[in-house]
């Protein structure tokens, strides 16, 4: 059964810092792997996807990588701020026919002004 | 701009009520799909549907079914709703269908919040 961790469960910055957020998953077989956004009590806000045969993903300040073979990915988030507070979670699609995502619990992040 | 939209943001119901939790999508998505979510347990798959009258259970169906008569309508539905269903439910959708059909983008609703009495 594939699953994800997110470590760490939560992280706290200076504003300004440049970040990583780490992604694993147990099963390479995926299709392909996807990190959102949470903010406290709302839905989910896609940040990037990454197919399963693309290395990295780039959008604004965040920048996404993917290693399949060792199950893993990173958030990378240049030159925090405080509106970047949120919690962030990944997703992996897989299974043979299998429409299902499976998400991380996530890593609650806070940037101090 | 993609939009997925789910009936509810706050609802309140009492134990043994039936209840409904609507999910609209304007994107032509094939696959719908309801989740909940639960501090420490994260998103939980319920229920999810690739067609028109099609469903298939997810990793916690017990207590929940699901209704899909119309391509852009996914609905959740709490058959006698308990305590233990008090939670945040989030709907979303992707397109495609068929084996590796998973290499698009999930959007999601602004979730509902459901607190049962």
């Known amino acids: 059964k594939q699953e994800v961790t997110q470590i760490p469960a939560a992280l706290s910055v200076p504003e300004g810092e440049n970040l990583v957020l780490n992604c694993s998953f147990t099963d390479s077989a995926i299709y392909n792997l996807q990190w959102f956004r949470q903010d406290p009590g709302k839905g989910l806000t896609s940040l990037l996807l990454i197919q399963s045969s693309q290395r990295e993903q780039t959008s604004g300040r965040l920048n996404a990588s993917l290693d399949k073979s060792s199950g893993r990915s990173t958030l990378y988030i240049a030159a925090s701020q405080p509106g970047d507070s949120a919690t962030y979670l990944c997703?992996?699609?897989?299974?043979?026919?299998?429409?299902?995502?499976?998400f991380g619990k996530g890593t609650k992040l806070s940037v101090i002004p | 701009d993609v939009k997925v939209t789910q009936s509810s943001r706050y609802l309140v119901k009492r134990t043994g009520e039936k209840v409904f939790l609507e999910c609209v999508q304007d994107?032509?998505?094939?696959?719908m799909f309801w989740y909940r979510q639960d501090p420490g347990l994260g998103l939980r798959l319920i229920y999810f549907?690739?067609?028109?009258?099609?469903?298939e259970k997810g990793d916690i169906p017990e207590g929940y079914s699901v209704s899909r008569e119309k391509k852009e309508r996914f609905s959740l539905i709490l058959e006698s709703a308990s305590t233990n269903q008090t939670s945040m439910y989030l709907c979303a959708s992707t397109s495609g269908g068929g084996w590796g059909s998973m290499n698009t983008e999930a959007f999601f609703g602004q979730g509902t919040r459901l607190t049962v009495v």
């Open positions: 994107m032509d998505h094939e696959n």
């Open positions: 549907s690739y067609d028109v009258k099609m469903k």
């Open positions: 997703a992996v699609s897989h299974g043979a026919g299998s429409y299902q995502l499976t």
